[in-house]
């Protein structure tokens, strides 16, 4: 983990960096993990997710790192739902009859001024409805938080299936 002095984060390195940071140098600050997009069922329910501390990796566990977060347009977040960047803590609770999302920026600043960002989106309402997502992140989702590591263990886990599969076939045929 990185210094406690601002927002803790993982230690990694550069090799261990996901496809999509666009990392270079002998000490980055870079997106690994990402942030999850997270669903509420109701408005009446309270809103609490604390940014993961692998959402953003550095190279360098001495780096102090700040967190804000802002819309994806820019625009602040909504006065009802409050962020703390020592904490990464998103807590609120949405106007009663609020459904929909709220689509999050989330940028990480090195004491070096390096700079990451990822989005995440907070959904709010009626989960059956067929404008939300329901069941597995997409592949390119999964790709994008899994890393290269999982990556790999997905793939040797499906050619292993493919393989036990391939065998069975072949016994029976015999």
């Not at 942030?35 to 692998?54: G, N």
């Not at 009859?97 to 989106?121: C, H, L, M, P, Y």
Request: hydrophobic share 35%.
């Amino acid at each position: 983990m990185t210094s406690d002095t601002g927002f803790r984060v993982a230690v990694a390195q550069a090799r261990e960096s996901s496809a999509d940071s666009g990392a270079a140098g002998p000490a980055a600050l870079q997106v690994y993990r990402g942030i999850p997009d997270q669903r509420y069922d109701t408005a009446a329910q309270e809103i609490h997710y604390v940014i993961p501390t692998d959402a953003f990796a550095h190279t360098n566990d001495r780096a102090t790192v700040t967190v804000t977060a802002v819309q994806i347009d820019g625009r602040p977040i909504p006065e009802w739902l409050r962020f703390d960047p020592a904490k990464g803590d998103f807590k609120g609770i949405p106007p009663a009859q609020f459904k929909g999302e709220i689509a999050i920026r989330v940028i990480a600043k090195d004491d070096n001024g390096s700079i990451a960002e990822t989005q995440f989106r907070i959904r709010v309402g009626d989960l059956n409805d067929k404008t939300s997502q329901n069941g597995k992140p997409s592949l390119t989702n999964q790709l994008r938080h899994g890393g290269y590591a999982a990556v790999r263990a997905d793939r040797d886990r499906l050619v292993g299936h493919a393989r036990s599969i391939a065998q069975a076939r072949s016994a029976r045929l015999s």
